[in-house]
């Protein structure tokens, strides 16, 4: 492969990320081999989470929710793709 531009990069990634959701056999596997991993994570984040917020305020609950829910989709994210670049290259 040609050496790409970051741009076409980019869009490599998200074609590749694509033909995911269109293949229901690797959408299949990548999804349950990320599940546990994935709840271990939100277990861990959480714990971590509850130490930093004052649990008692309603503000802080919904801060930490944000918090845990931001770093749950970019852990969701960076996951699926590199379960997906490794199905690629099988």
């Known amino acids: ?13 998200q074609m590749v990320f694509n033909e995911m959701f269109d293949n229901e056999k690797i959408w299949e596997k990548v999804s349950l081999e990320i599940n546990n991993p994935l ?11 509850k130490t930093q917020y ?6 802080e609950v919904e801060e930490l ?12 994210r960076r996951t699926y793709k590199r379960k997906l670049r490794v199905q690629k290259t099988n």
């Open 39 to 49: 709840k271990e994570y939100v277990a861990e984040q959480v714990a971590l989470l």
């Open 65 to 76: 929710n944000s918090k845990l829910n931001t770093l749950v989709r970019a852990k969701t």
């Open 54 to 59: 004052d649990l008692t305020d309603a503000g």
């Open 1 to 13: 492969m040609k050496e790409l531009t970051s741009e076409e990069l980019e869009q490599r990634q």
